[in-house]
């Protein structure tokens, strides 16, 4: 029989149902450090890239919301606080997401247009509530830890594994 035994999981946590509206209501995490950066109510980790995605990869993920297509879901480190109530370091840092949230933030903030032209405030409060703020975008709440170690692993394995598409992939499709 080996000796070998399996490692414990670094994605440890709650699988929670919070709605789009949720990433700008309600009580942000809080930068504690100058090289976090805010995005909606969470935080980006220091060593996270700049958001990446074309402005067309985020019209492309933002209609697809409309469509029905889902959000995927995103990670955060669980939240804590110190005695006094502020966040420690690294709680409520986003660790997998910040493309998807950078699209909605900006067609939140209506920087970014849909289906040749909609805005987010061109849309009846109806539609708003009933097609995109309520709609849930699932979030794997991490148990909180102070273990950067283990937060930047989590990040590496969740953003470095997958193989892009190539152009003849595309081409394969468009036949």
């Given at each position: 029989?080996?000796?070998?035994?399996?490692?414990?999981?670094?994605?440890?946590?709650?699988?929670r149902?919070?709605?789009?509206s949720?990433?700008?209501?309600?009580?942000?995490?809080?930068?504690?450090?100058?090289?976090?950066?805010?995005?909606?109510?969470?935080?980006?980790?220091?060593?996270?890239?700049?958001?990446?995605?074309s402005?067309?990869q985020?019209?492309?993920?933002?209609?697809g919301?409309f469509?029905g297509?889902?959000?995927?879901?995103?990670?955060?480190?669980?939240?804590?606080y110190d005695?006094q109530?502020?966040d420690?370091?690294m709680?409520?840092?986003?660790?997998?997401?910040?493309?998807?949230?950078?699209?909605?933030a900006?067609?939140?903030?209506?920087?970014i247009?849909?289906f040749?032209?909609?805005?987010?405030?061109?849309?009846?409060?109806?539609?708003?509530?009933?097609?995109?703020?309520?709609?849930?975008?699932?979030?794997?709440?991490?148990?909180?830890?102070?273990?950067?170690?283990?937060?930047?692993?989590?990040?590496?394995?969740l953003?470095?594994?997958?193989?892009?598409?190539?152009?003849?992939?595309?081409?394969?499709?468009?036949?």
């Open positions: 029989m080996s000796s070998l035994s399996l490692p414990a999981p670094i994605l440890a946590g709650n699988q149902s919070y709605s789009i949720a990433l700008w209501e309600g009580t942000p995490a809080r930068t504690n450090v100058d090289q976090e950066r805010q995005l909606l109510n969470l935080v980006l980790p220091p060593w996270q890239r700049p958001p990446s995605w402005l067309d985020q019209v492309q993920f933002i209609e919301i469509l297509l889902g959000t995927g879901y995103y990670v955060i480190n669980g939240r804590d005695d109530g502020h420690k370091p709680s409520g840092w986003l660790i997998d997401g910040q493309q998807r949230i950078t699209a909605i900006r067609f939140f903030h209506g920087e247009s849909i040749g032209g909609i805005f987010f405030q061109d849309l009846s409060l109806g539609d708003k509530r009933r097609r995109f703020n309520n709609l849930i975008f699932p979030c794997i709440e991490m148990d909180y830890t102070d273990d950067e170690k283990v937060l930047k692993e989590l990040y590496r394995r953003n470095f594994s997958g193989t892009p598409h190539t152009e003849a992939d595309l081409e394969l499709l468009n036949a």
